[in-house]
Structure formats: C-alpha cells, structure tokens
T-cell receptor
Framework: AQTVTQSQPEMSVQEAETVTLSCTYD???????LFWYKQPPSRQMILVIR??????QNATENRFSVNFQKAAKSFSLKISDSQLGDAAMYFC????????????FGQGTRLTINP | DTAVSQTPKYLVTQMGNDKSIKCEQN?????MYWYKQDSKKFLKIMFS???????INETVPNRFSPKSPDKAHLNLHINSLELGDSAVYFC?????????????FGPGTRLTVL
C-alpha cells in the first residue's frame, strides 16, 4: 500500500520570504501523480500544484514550485514570496494510475506566515 | 455556482442516532468520493462511486452506507453514531475513476457526536 509522510507538523515563515515543505512517499508503482493541497481555516480543500511522475521537469504554478526527486521518493513544495493568505494546512497527496483512483494523504503541515 | 455542495455543513447529534449527509455535484463528473478528516486533520478515503457503482470501500464499518441515486449525487448514511465518528466528512468528484483526474472537493460537513 502506498504511504505519504510529512515530517513537519508545523512551519513558520516571515512574509515575503521563501519556505519549503517536505513530503516523502512510498510506492511500488512506476507511474503515479503527486499533489499539494491547501486547506485554509475555511476548511475548503484547494489544489495548489500537481506533478506527473513520468515528467522529469518540476511543476510550477506562479509562486509555488515543487522539487520532485523520483529515486528518493521525495516531493517538496517551495512557496516563494510568502503572503499572509498562504497561511493554511498543506497536504501532500499521492494517486496511482492503476485501478480506481483515490488520493492518499500525508499528515499535513500547518504553515504560519509572520507579518 | 457551487461545483460540489454538501448538506448540512454542520451536524451535531447524540450517540446512537442515525444521520445522513448529502452531496451533489453539477460538474457532470462520473466519479464521486467520500473522505473523512479526523481530529488530527488526517484525511482518508472511505468510498468511491463511479456512475452509481461502488468501486472503492476502504474497510469502513458497516454502520456507514453510501448511496448514489444518480451520478450527480452521493449520500452518506451513518447508523448508530459513535463518539469516534466525530470528524469532517468531505465529498469530492472527478471526471473519471482512473488515470489522472483532478478531484474537486465540497466544503465539508463537520459532524459532532455527543
């Protein structure tokens, strides 16, 4: 079974600075998808960024980028120029392509932005 | 227009009661899901339906029974509620059940069992 681990329960960063959230996963599949979701206090789950495992190029979405290391099974999220609105729980998630799709989530990292 | 909606958003009830949570999506998606987020914020899949057919059942107690009257709706009925059922329940939908499909989440239903 696939597992996703986020080893940082909490992180904090000064506004306008850069922060990196860590995620590792375990799978025997060779092709899969990885995601970062944001959950602000409103509780809504918001997709931040996704990465297809077969793509070597790291995904980027504006101020959000990932460092995908397939051999190390590592998938970190970098947030540049942090803004107050980035404060939220961040979840790393895995989805295989074999069989019915389901998201396997990590434990989450609570990100605080200090003004 | 709300893409994935859930009712109610909050539900407070006594142990032993039976309750239902409703989910509707207007995205035309074939696949719908129920996830449970516990008090430690851990999210785990419970069920998935594709075109009204159950395709994922993740060792959830029999007290939980999903029902999909049509592909736009997936309801969750819980019998004999227990304290441990207190959680936030999220409904989600995606275009298909296989390959890559972005899952769109509802706003969640916070269930509190007293």
């Amino acid at each position: 079974a696939q597992t996703v681990t986020q080893s940082q329960p909490e992180m904090s960063v000064q506004e306008a600075e850069t922060v990196t959230l860590s995620c590792t996963y375990d799978t025997s599949e060779s092709d899969y998808y990885l995601f970062w979701y944001k959950q602000p206090p409103s509780r809504q789950m918001i997709l931040v960024i996704r990465q297809e495992a077969y793509k070597q190029q790291n995904a980027t979405e504006n101020r959000f980028s990932v460092n995908f290391q397939k051999a190390a099974k590592s998938f970190s999220l970098k947030i540049s120029d942090s803004q107050l609105g980035d404060a939220a729980m961040y979840f790393c998630a895995y989805s295989g392509i074999q069989g019915a799709q389901k998201l396997v989530f990590g434990q989450g990292t609570r990100l605080t932005i200090n003004p | 227009d709300t893409a994935v909606s859930q009712t109610p958003k909050y539900l407070v009830t006594q142990m032993g009661n039976d309750k239902s949570i409703k989910c509707e999506q207007n995205l035309g998606h074939d696949t719908m899901y129920w996830y449970k987020q516990d008090s430690k914020k851990f999210l785990k899949i419970m069920f998935s339906y594709n075109n009204k057919e159950l395709i994922i059942n993740e060792t959830v107690p029999n007290r939980f029974s999903p029902k999909s009257p049509d592909k736009a709706h997936l309801n969750l009925h819980i019998n004999s509620l227990e304290l441990g059922d207190s959680a936030v329940y999220f409904c989600a939908s995606s275009p298909k059940s296989f390959g890559y499909n972005e899952q769109f989440f509802g706003p969640g239903t916070r269930l509190t069992v007293l």
